[in-house]
């Protein structure tokens, strides 16, 4: 007897949805709970009972003969073996069970094909359950797995070329495809995470829905994309547990599959929703829904753009940009209520984008982001997250950031739209509620009303926002004009007569050295400051015992967290730098640099920077360099350290080498450190400096030490791996003067800026150390009037000066004509 029709089955057949979605198709009842969704039973015919009773046998069988050849390849233990038969024996009842009371009792050649797929799936119980209490193989998982999955392609077209199709049958392919997928996503949360235990639950806890809500439990119609995304979980989550992916592309992966199984659930709610529910359940939905719509309004208007002010007080507020949003609907006609709700959703929507570059720009430089002038130092940023992550990575999170940003816009957007509308068609309602919000809100902004500190319960914070952004794009528009008109005004420094610039210095080589993020935080009030404090008196009193001199003060640097050439172009300029918008007109201008002051004396000027691209056209345009060194042209044969491309102390030898010879023209260089560049791991070993050679010494090193992703997101790892590599730097460059001995060495070295968070607190200073070191006492009585401290540790009341002041003091104190300026600019 041939089935009431294949459309049956097509509604409940394919890879089924049924696995993962718990709306089954309209013929076989999926989501009912009682018999009813069967039709009417018939006693078993004498040929039907053996059949059934040996599908019974042989399932049994099967499944205890599956985890024996699953044990040979791996040792499941006893927990493996008695989730292995339980489930077997589970999974081939139900199916015996259900032929044996259906109108068709009999096992029928597709169901032969469901039952092989159930005994597969006890294999995969068995080894999932074992995994939680040893190692098992995850080459026979995924084999076990992925012939479940294949198979399921099978059962379906069996039953419709054998003509044997049934509601039952396609209900069972579901069954197996759902406790498949459930499995699976068990297994792959212990190393994603618990939220992919949704994927497995979805089909169950939509089940359950449909006893409580009748409506939930209705059939639907067979729509062949839900086959799809069933498919595309099986094959994902397979995919992830075989351990293949990227941990990073795996979990995009897995979210991916996620959000389709929401839409397919969704649309499939949505379709059950408007054929089947109550004018009750009507109302309550479309509540819930404007609730979600004001809870997500009203959260895009408080959330604040600084990740260290999210806290339940800055969302206990009342937003006046709501307020206003739904008095507009209240007396606009229908059309330009729409225009004005779209308007005003896709400005909320860029509000929200720039909330999320502030966030970003907080975390890392410390200030808000400038609608003008950042834009240029994303794609830095990018490169150093690349470097720390790998390109694929950054890729990946850059296409999952774009969209979840996409998909918020669109959710305020249409959040906005669906606010006016209901106030709109409410209008009395509406009118009476915003009249005492809006009472509520006038009260709280008479009384000064504080939901915390900085966070008043009247809140204009979107508008104060939005005006703060119009006021930064102005400000960023007028300082060109302001700073092209400080690089025209006079610069006496640039006129002092190279007989008598830097005379103070003559015979000496002098070395600048930039250490990447060395910054207060280093060595002052923090978890860190110990380790390096401690490296900091050690090197002091080595260098003491070898006939070196050390002062110390503190620089306050123009940047925060990153964007480290704009505190180099200070130093050397005697100008502000703070923005890259003033660092393009700087590198263009003619501005009279440290490196031109020696130049002009008689020095040989070297720029060497490892994490310099050999194009780097200012290195020979503005700072006029005679000598440039980077990654490519110091000789190096050693791995990388994430962003630092070459270590610290191979840096100083090979500069050592290439330019400190016996006899060499007095040198002036700036060095730039790259070693404690976040993200601070991997980090190289210091190694005797006889055994440094070509760098292959650091071969084994990075295999050795942390990972970017082993520190991220935990605060203390990352302030650990932060301290060690400043400790790193600092010993390299301390004892390379030791190591070199150079009695006419004078090394000054600093901090670049402060380390971005989470090693620094918000609201942390600008302030980064600078020490000189040198052996002959007449360098530091010239600067006896600094009033700096003796040692390479300043204390907190050692003199500050901003970094801008220092190229104007350094002249004056070393030449013997000095400008008639003030000392800073």
């Not at 005994?119 to 995924?142: D, E, K, Y």
């Not at 379906?156 to 054998?162: E, F, L, M, P, S």
């Not at 729409?338 to 509000?351: E, H, M, P, S, T």
């Amino acid at each position: 007897m041939k089935p009431a029709d294949d459309s049956a089955v097509q509604a409940t057949q394919p890879a089924d949805d049924g696995a993962v979605q718990v709306i089954q198709p309209a013929d076989d009842g999926a989501v009912q709970a009682d018999s009813s969704a069967v039709p009417a039973t018939r006693p078993p015919g004498p040929g039907a009972l053996p059949a059934i009773w040996l599908a019974a046998i042989l399932g049994l069988l099967a499944a205890a003969v599956l985890l024996g050849i699953v044990s040979a390849a791996t040792d499941l233990g006893a927990v493996g073996w008695i989730a292995g038969l339980a489930t077997g024996a589970a999974a081939t009842a139900l199916i015996v069970t259900a032929r044996s009371r259906s109108d068709r009792p009999a096992i029928l050649p597709a169901d032969w094909v469901t039952l092989t797929r159930a005994v597969l799936c006890a294999g995969v119980a068995g080894l999932v359950a074992a995994s939680f209490s040893r190692p098992v193989s995850i080459t026979a998982l995924v084999t076990v797995c992925a012939v479940a999955l294949a198979l399921d392609a099978v059962d379906g077209q069996v039953a419709r070329r054998t003509g044997t199709a049934t509601p039952l049958g396609g209900r069972l392919d579901g069954e197996v495809d759902a406790f498949l997928i459930l499995l699976l996503s068990i297994a792959v949360s212990r190393d994603f995470g618990s939220w992919v235990l949704i994927i497995g639950a979805a089909r169950y806890a939509l089940l359950i829905a449909g006893w409580l809500i009748s409506w939930l439990a209705a059939p639907l119609p067979p729509r062949y994309w839900r086959k799809v995304v069933a498919a595309v979980q099986g094959i994902v989550l397979t995919v992830a547990v075989s351990g293949q992916l990227d941990r990073i592309v795996g979990m995009i992966a897995v979210a991916a599959a996620l959000l389709l199984l929401a839409e397919s659930f969704g649309r499939d709610v949505r379709w059950l929703y408007r054929t089947g529910a109550s004018p009750r359940t009507r109302r309550a939905v479309r509540l819930t829904i404007l609730g979600l719509a004001v809870v997500i309004v009203w959260a895009d208007l408080l959330a604040p753009d600084r990740a260290w002010q999210f806290t339940p007080a800055a969302f206990a507020r009342i937003p006046v940009e709501l307020l206003v949003l739904v008095g507009l609907a209240l007396v606009l006609p229908a059309w330009p209520r729409r225009i004005v709700a779209a308007l005003a959703g896709l400005l909320l929507g860029v509000l929200t984008f720039a909330k999320v570059l502030n966030l970003g720009s907080y975390e890392i430089v410390d200030r808000a982001f400038n609608p003008v002038n950042d834009w240029v130092s994303i794609a830095p940023a990018v490169g150093v997250v690349g470097d720390a992550i790998g390109r694929t990575r950054t890729d990946l999170l850059l296409a999952a950031l774009s969209l979840g940003l996409l998909v918020l816009v669109i959710a305020v957007i249409a959040s906005t739209m669906h606010i006016t509308a209901v106030a709109a068609r409410h209008r009395r309602g509406a009118a009476r509620g915003l009249a005492a919000v809006t009472a509520v809100w006038a009260l709280c902004a008479g009384l000064s009303l504080q939901a915390a500190p900085g966070f008043p319960v009247a809140s204009t914070s979107a508008t104060g926002l939005a005006v703060a952004q119009v006021r930064a794009t102005q400000a960023a528009l007028a300082d060109p004009r302001y700073f092209a008109a400080v690089l025209k005004s006079a610069d006496p420094e640039s006129h002092i007569p190279a007989s008598g610039l830097l005379t103070g210095l003559r015979g000496k080589d002098v070395i600048i050295v930039f250490v990447e993020s060395y910054g207060q935080v280093a060595v002052r009030n923090s978890s860190i400051a110990p380790g390096v404090d401690g490296v900091l008196r050690r090197k002091t009193a080595a260098l003491a015992r070898a006939g070196w001199s050390t002062e110390s003060a503190w620089l306050t640097s123009p940047t925060f967290g990153g964007i480290s050439w704009l505190a180099h172009s200070t130093l050397q300029t005697g100008l502000w730098d703070d923005s890259t918008q003033r660092y393009a007109q700087l590198i263009a201008s003619k501005r009279f640099t440290l490196s031109d002051a020696f130049d002009k004396a008689g020095w040989h000027t070297v720029g060497d920077d490892p994490s310099d691209d050999p194009t780097w056209l200012p290195g020979r345009l503005f700072y006029h360099y005679a000598q440039l060194y980077n990654q490519f042209n110091v000789g190096y044969k050693g791995p990388h350290f994430s962003y630092a491309k070459v270590p610290d102390q191979y840096t100083l030898a090979e500069f050592q080498h290439l330019e400190l010879t016996p006899g060499h023209k007095p040198v002036m260089a700036e060095i730039d450190l790259d070693s404690s560049h976040s993200p601070w791991a991997p980090l190289p070993s210091i190694v005797p400096w006889n055994k440094v050679g070509n760098g292959s010494i650091y071969d084994p090193m990075p295999a050795r030490g942390e990972t970017p992703l082993s520190i991220a997101g935990n605060t203390a790892r990352t302030r650990q791996a932060y301290g060690n590599s400043i400790q790193y730097s600092l010993h390299a460059l301390t004892s390379w003067v030791t190591e070199l001995n150079d009695p006419n060495l004078v090394l000054i070295f600093m901090g670049d800026h402060q380390p971005a968070g989470p090693v620094t607190s918000p609201g942390a200073s600008h302030l980064v150390p600078i020490s000189i070191v040198a052996r002959d006492p007449s360098v530091f009585s010239q600067i006896a009037s600094w009033h700096w401290q003796d040692g390479l540790l300043p204390s907190p009341s050692a003199p500050v000066e901003p970094m801008s002041a220092f190229r104007n003091r350094f002249l004056g104190a070393f030449s013997t004509a000095p400008s008639q300026t003030a000392p800073g600019n």
